[in-house]
C-alpha cells in the first residue's frame, strides 16, 4: 500500500501501489504542463468523498511500497485523464485493457 503525500499537511492518503502508479503518470503529465486540477476519492472507513485542489506550486510525494515499477494500463490512464479535463480526476476501479501494458 503507497502513500499520496500532498503538500505535508494531513495525514498521508493510503493508495495501493498500482493506482498509484497510473495517478502518478497523469498528475505529473497536468503538473508539468503547470495545470491545476482537483484530485477526489472515496474514503474506504468511511461514508463520502475527499478532494483536493492541486497545483504546480504545492509539493506532491508519491511513496511506494513496493521496490518496482508496474505495468500501466492505457486505457486506465486513458480515463484518468480524461476525467482531469472535465470536472478534475476522480480515482475508480481499474478496467481490463487489451492492449500491451504501456511502459512504467
Known amino acids: ?28 503529465a497536468k503538473l ?10 472515496k474514503r474506504p472507513d468511511e461514508f463520502g468523498r475527499t478532494t483536493v485542489w492541486i497545483h504546480p506550486t504545492i509539493p506532491v510525494q508519491f511513496d511506494f511500497d513496493g521496490p518496482e515499477p508496474t ?12 476525467s482531469a479535463v472535465g470536472g478534475g480526476i476522480v480515482l475508480t476501479g ?9 511502459a512504467p
Not at 505495468?71 to 480524461?82: C, E, H, P, V
Open 71 to 82: 505495468d500501466l494500463n492505457r486505457k486506465w490512464l486513458q480515463q484518468l485523464a480524461d
Open 32 to 41: 508539468r504542463r503547470h495545470e491545476s486540477f482537483t484530485l477526489s476519492w
Open 1 to 28: 500500500m503507497g502513500r499520496l503525500i500532498y503538500d505535508h499537511i494531513g495525514p498521508a492518503v493510503e493508495i495501493d501501489d498500482r493506482t498509484l502508479a497510473h495517478l502518478k503518470v497523469v498528475v505529473t
Open 94 to 102: 481499474e478496467h481490463a485493457d487489451t492492449e500491451a501494458p504501456a
